[in-house]
């Protein structure tokens, strides 16, 4: 009895702990997501009080100077391309390192591992000068060409881990069914690593959408920035208007919440493997 008792104590203690860091983890979003219906007064005055004069003002204030549906649609372009882009190249490469018999394989695999502990801040300077002497600035498609080649690596490893998991005699097996080395990636092994691919998809889809750093660099034009870019207007050295900041986060963060609910239970199927 005083066992079953330490237990249920011992279960109740984590219930608890998980609870309370739960909290905190959701806090920040709930006070953003408070805050955003504030007048700026009432959220300068205080920053954790419930909306006393609630108010859609700040939104569209937020989107009217934004020009939200433009640079939405353009993120949504740019991390469209790059998800599905950036997915299907790191499979086809992971396939060819792991199932495709090469004496090279083992030397790509180490290249693209060693691809991932390259940081963009190191090549910053050099990559934009070497962009802006291309005339490769300003063009959306040339920013997906980027961010698959700086994601791939990640995905090419993560790739392999799984598909070297699955045994070779499915692909022997449709071979012999008259499937070529397409047919038998795409029909066959690709629907075996659904879970990883949908894994891989929303995190190309996170580092996409909320990356500031290299759209500022590659575009110039203001009516081909990307949402994070337009965001940052409202902050300034002079003067900050936190209020349609905010307002522009909350825009911003909605289509990841609703990503990360959508995926949730591969993502924790690919976690659990």
Not at 47 to 62: D, G, K, R, S, W
Request: charge should be positive.
């Amino acid at each position: 009895m005083k066992t079953y008792e330490r237990k249920h104590a011992g279960e109740m203690a984590i219930t608890v702990i998980m609870l309370v860091l739960g909290i905190l983890f959701v806090m920040p979003i709930l006070l953003l997501t408070m805050n955003s219906f504030k007048p700026y007064g009432d959220m300068i005055k205080n920053l954790v009080a419930l909306p006393v004069n609630f108010t859609l003002e700040n939104y569209t204030t937020a989107i009217r100077r934004m020009d939200f549906y433009r640079v939405f649609l353009n993120s949504a372009l740019v991390t469209g391309g790059t998800v599905f882009l950036g997915v299907m190249i790191s499979f086809f490469a992971a396939y060819g390192i792991s199932h495709i018999e090469s004496k090279d394989g083992k030397y790509w695999y180490l290249l693209f591992t060693l691809g991932q502990i390259v940081p963009f801040h190191t090549i910053m300077i050099a990559f934009q000068v070497m962009t802006t002497k291309f005339h490769m600035n300003n063009k959306l498609s040339v920013l997906v060409c980027l961010y698959c080649g700086f994601h791939c690596a990640f995905g090419i490893f993560t790739y392999v881990g799984f598909l070297k998991s699955i045994p070779k005699e499915l692909e022997e097996a449709a071979f012999i069914d008259g499937c070529g080395v397409f047919r038998t990636m795409l029909q066959v092994i690709f629907p075996l690593v659904k879970p990883t691919s949908i894994t891989i998809g929303v995190l190309f889809f996170l580092w996409t959408w909320n990356d500031f750093l290299m759209p500022s660099l590659m575009i110039g034009e203001s009516e081909k920035r990307t949402l994070t870019v337009m965001i940052y207007m409202f902050k300034s050295n002079a003067s900050s208007e936190w209020n349609l900041l905010i307002a522009a986060l909350v825009l911003s963060i909605i289509p990841i919440v609703v990503l990360y609910i959508l995926a949730q239970k591969y993502i924790t199927s690919t976690t659990m493997h």
